[in-house]
């Protein structure tokens, strides 16, 4: 069983920045892609970006420029920073990962509980 916590979120006002975390834990695994996704009150589950084990990166059109996913490895974990945000980036933002037993060689996607993103125009 592997666990995804993300933390970082808050309220920030428009033009600002934040930096969200989403840390894997568990026994004997190993992580694929890891990926930031988001979801508005009243809408559907988007996706943000993506991130490769090798670090190549895949953003929406909607944060291209303003947003960037690194992950550190070594940590099991994925970051989102976030800059000139707008109030359209209010949401809960999600992470996930494709994580592979290290016993089973099976892969599975797991998913973090989310944390939110307030963002005041």
């Known amino acids: 069983q592997v666990h995804l916590v993300e933390s970082g979120g808050n309220l920030v006002q428009a033009g600002g920045s934040l930096r969200l975390s989403c840390a894997a834990s568990?026994?004997?695994?190993?992580?694929?892609?890891m990926g930031w996704y988001r979801q508005a009150p009243g809408k559907q589950r988007e996706l943000v970006g993506t991130i490769t084990s090798g670090g190549r990166t895949n953003y929406a059109d909607s944060v291209t420029g303003r947003f960037t996913i690194s992950r550190d490895n070594a940590k099991s974990t994925v970051y989102l920073q976030m800059n000139s945000l707008k109030a359209e980036d209010t949401a809960v933002y999600y992470c996930?990962?494709?994580?592979?037993?290290?016993?089973?060689?099976?892969?599975?996607?797991?998913w973090g509980q989310g944390t939110q993103v307030t963002v005041s125009s």
């Open positions: 568990g026994i004997a695994f190993s992580i694929n892609d």
């Open positions: 996930n990962a494709e994580v592979v037993s290290l016993y089973t060689l099976e892969a599975r996607v797991y």
